[in-house]
């Protein structure tokens, strides 16, 4: 049986949900979501049955494609945000990585992940035991294909590795989860059907497998956000 709380609103009229992650070592957890063409951070704590949250902080200006991870070596959260209106010249793909102390959020330097691009619909997970973060996501530069890169923090700086995509696949969102012994599996929306790949690292350079039969039907207009993987 399930004992559920009272939910508890982070904040009201936000128009993305994109996601959260916990710090174990800091029991402190992260909430990312998008609003009035802004994206917000907010920290909040938990005492078993209710949440305290701080003060919302305002990552950038842009939409599209954010998500969050957890690493445990820094005790760091990374961000990374698909389509971010940071450049002047045009929306990027940028990488923060955000510190709290008790529930106030501070950001290291905005690093592109991309100076020319954006890339949006795209969703991260954590290779705790490497220590490497995964980020999958539609490289809109190259007809929609489905691309990773690896990104690793040190301190507040996010470097990001170079980009692999699947040649033959064409996508509107994935969602990847680590797996262990350094692999990943990659759930994404392909012709309004659902695949799969696995994707090992070697270094910092992703690489896919073959591509699964079709899991199932998907809706494309929902984008990633239809799709939950766990491991």
């Not at 949900?17 to 909430?31: C, E, Q, R």
């Amino acid at each position: 049986d399930l004992t559920l709380s009272t939910d508890e609103e982070v904040e009201a009229s936000v128009s993305s949900i994109y996601g959260l992650a916990w710090s174990k070592t800091s029991a402190v957890g992260v909430a990312v979501y998008g609003k009035s063409s802004k994206i917000y951070a907010e920290a909040f704590t938990s005492d078993g049955s209710s949440l305290t949250f701080g003060s919302k902080f305002e990552v950038c200006d842009g939409s599209g494609g954010a998500d969050i991870t957890w690493d445990s070596a820094a005790n760091k959260f990374l961000v990374v945000v698909g389509q971010s209106a940071e450049n002047s010249a045009r929306d990027t793909a940028d990488a923060y990585v955000l510190s709290v102390s008790g529930t106030t959020i501070s950001s290291g330097s905005r690093v592109e992940v991309d100076t020319s691009n954006m890339y949006r619909y795209g969703c991260l997970a954590y290779d705790e035991d490497n220590n490497k973060h995964l980020w999958t996501y539609r490289d809109n530069a190259d007809s929609g294909k489905l691309a990773a890169r690896i990104i690793t923090v040190s301190g507040t700086t996010p470097t990001i590795g170079s980009e692999v995509n699947a040649s033959s696949t064409t996508t509107v969102g994935s969602r990847p989860v680590y797996i262990g012994g350094g692999k990943f599996v990659v759930a994404y929306e392909k012709s309004s059907d659902l695949h799969a790949r696995v994707i090992t690292v070697s270094g910092t350079t992703p690489s896919f497998g073959t591509e699964s039969s079709k899991i199932d039907d998907c809706n494309t207009n929902d984008y990633q956000h239809q799709i939950a993987i766990t491991y």
